[in-house]
C-alpha cells in the first residue's frame, strides 16, 4: 500500500515522504491515527508543497534547535513519582510525564515522541534521557526519578 506521511513517523519517514508499507499497518494505524494519507496522483502534487514548507522550515530551525539542546542541557529536572519502600515505582514514567517535568524545571515545550526514554524506567534513581529536535540535533539530560 502506497502513502503519503503527514506526519513524522520513527523508523518510517518524515511528512511528506511516499512510502510503501503493509496494507494492514496503513489501513489499521497511520492512517486512522493521521499519520498519512492515502496515495493518490493529485495528493503527490501536494507532497511538493509540504517538502517545499519542511526545507524552509528545517534551515530557519538548525539555530534554533541547537539554542533549544543548550537550554535543555542545563536543566536539571526531577520528577515526582509514587513509589513503594524498596524504591519501586506504581507503574512507570511516561514520556507525557517528563515532557511535564521538562517544562516544570523551566524548559521548551517538547513533543513526547521525539522522546527516547532508555527502556521502561520503573525505579528511582538517574536516567538519561535524549530527545531528537531535528534530524542532526539530539539534546541529552539527566532524569531524576524522586519519591514522591
Known amino acids: 500500500m502506497k502513502i503519503i506521511l ?42 511538493t508543497v509540504i517538502k ?32 513503594g519502600d524498596g524504591g519501586r515505582l506504581f507503574g512507570s514514567v511516561t514520556p507525557a510525564e517528563v515532557v511535564d517535568a521538562v517544562k516544570a524545571a523551566g524548559g521548551p515545550a517538547l513533543d513526547r515522541r521525539r522522546l527516547e526514554l532508555p527502556g521502561h524506567i520503573k525505579s528511582i534513581g538517574s536516567y538519561p534521557v535524549s530527545i531528537k529536535l531535528h534530524p542532526e540535533v539530539t539534546a541529552k539530560f539527566n532524569l531524576n526519578v524522586v519519591q514522591g
Not at 534547535?65 to 542541557?73: G, L, M, S, Y
Request: zero cysteines.
Open 6 to 47: 503527514t506526519q513524522e513517523v520513527s523508523g518510517l519517514g518524515t511528512p511528506g515522504d511516499i512510502v510503501e508499507v503493509k496494507n494492514g499497518y496503513g489501513r489499521n494505524y497511520l492512517l486512522p491515527q493521521g499519520f498519512a494519507i492515502a496515495w493518490t496522483k493529485g495528493a503527490e502534487k501536494q507532497v
Open 52 to 83: 517545499r514548507a519542511r526545507s524552509a522550515r528545517e534551515i530557519r530551525d538548525l539555530g534554533h534547535a541547537n539554542e533549544v539542546k543548550a537550554q535543555i542541557e542545563g536543566l536539571k529536572v526531577n520528577l515526582k513519582a509514587r513509589a
